[in-house]
């Protein structure tokens, strides 16, 4: 059987079954050539000229996300950052794009400072409102749309497939963020998504030892070409070494967000009803906004992120996450350690995060002794 018709969880394992040719190894060797050899007729033959545009120690890893997506193209970037400005500074000085008000807070800022200065016209939209989407949207002037499912920190949902055809009608593009969700539970260009966006930073790497960003195209068209020379020439290119490690995180992805979506369900069930918490965040629970459209995009689990409420204000949350054993205190996320969040100190002033709410990143540890550590930590 080819590797390549596989189930994705043979082609995450096998990284499409790759060899390398000249060795027999069943893992690729590191490329570091930051060039390549010109053709003596003066040539470029080999397709690769400088390893700021392009580089073989990409191939595999971008090959497998993109199978993992079923996309076109994709192309990996040194953060998830460079990845997700990469596509708005694709566009031009005076289009307009509509970004949702829930969202990594970081490329918040960034759309609402660089790239407004820059000249794009931004406009933040309750992305969870289909109506409040097709009201923003201008038609012919809009070019994208750019949601986040589950997003930061609040875990709301967009429904992708509503939120694509209404973009389309409009002669926009949609992107989305799909760092939370990974391949594994969802399929955005399935549901009529355009360009996919992960921080593979997060689960796709899974270990906490790496900055990569990734973007994944349903066609390789104008907009892409644009986008990659944004990364050849503005260079917010991943180092080889990152890139090797990625593939090696990736082969793992499926047993390890399955693990980590199991126990965020388990832990969120089990703290809903505790009495130090006022409120789980979580769009596995039967009654989270969003949770129907959740049910009905995501395939397999909720994710690993969710959000607690500590009684007692901004002053507990703190000091539940001062008395954690096992959880980690640390941002970031999709790691296979636990890590635990006070999330509005880190985003600051305009965040939507209450003052009182942890963000849980839950990993692959046992679930029981996560419990038992939230629960002391509670008490
Ligand atoms: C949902 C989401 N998107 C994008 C990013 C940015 O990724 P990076 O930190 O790799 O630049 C993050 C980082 O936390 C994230 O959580």
Not at 54 to 59: E, K, S, V
Not at 178 to 186: E, F, G, H, K
Not at 265 to 290: K, M, N, W
Not at 326 to 343: F, M, P, Q
């Amino acid at each position: 059987m080819d590797p390549k018709t596989a189930h994705p969880e043979t082609i995450a394992a096998q990284a499409l079954g790759w060899i390398d040719e000249r060795t027999r190894a069943i893992t690729p060797p590191i490329h570091v050539s930051s060039t390549y050899l010109r053709d003596e007729d003066n040539q470029y033959r080999s397709g690769r000229v400088y390893a700021r545009a392009d580089n073989p120690a990409f191939d595999q890893a971008e090959a497998v996300v993109c199978a993992l997506e079923r996309g076109a193209q994709a192309a990996l970037f040194a953060s998830g950052m460079a990845a997700a400005t990469a596509v708005f500074q694709a566009l031009a000085p005076g289009e307009h794009v509509l970004a949702p008000k829930v969202m990594y807070w970081s490329l918040r800022n960034w759309l609402t400072g660089f790239a407004s200065h820059w000249g794009l016209e931004v406009e933040l939209v309750d992305m969870s409102d289909p109506a409040a989407v097709q009201a923003a949207l201008r038609p012919g002037r809009t070019k994208l749309v750019w949601i986040e499912t589950p997003a930061n920190p609040l875990w709301t949902i967009t429904d992708i497939a509503a939120t694509a055809s209404l973009a389309h009608q409009a002669g926009a593009v949609l992107a989305v963020d799909s760092t939370v969700a990974t391949p594994v539970l969802t399929q955005p260009l399935a549901l009529g998504a355009d360009l996919v966006m992960h921080a593979a930073t997060k689960y796709l790497n899974g270990h906490s030892d790496l900055i990569a960003g990734v973007l994944v195209t349903r066609e390789d068209n104008e907009l892409w070409q644009r986008i990659r020379r944004v990364r050849a020439q503005i260079g917010g290119t991943l180092g080889s070494f990152e890139a090797w490690l990625l593939l090696r995180g990736m082969r793992t992805l499926h047993l390890r967000v399955r693990a980590a979506s199991l126990s965020a369900q388990r832990i969120a069930e089990h703290l809903r009803l505790h009495p130090r918490v006022q409120a789980v965040l979580y769009p596995g629970l039967p009654d989270a906004p969003g949770h129907a459209i959740a049910a009905g995009q995501m395939e397999g689990g909720f994710g690993g992120m969710l959000s607690i409420r500590v009684r007692g204000g901004e002053a507990a949350a703190i000091a539940a996450a001062a008395r954690v054993g096992l959880w980690k205190r640390a941002t970031s996320l999709g790691g296979v350690e636990s890590l635990i969040e006070h999330r509005a100190s880190i985003e600051g002033a305009g965040t939507p995060a209450p003052a009182d709410l942890l963000r849980l990143s839950v990993g692959i540890e046992d679930a029981d002794d996560l419990i038992a550590d939230l629960e002391q930590a509670l008490r």
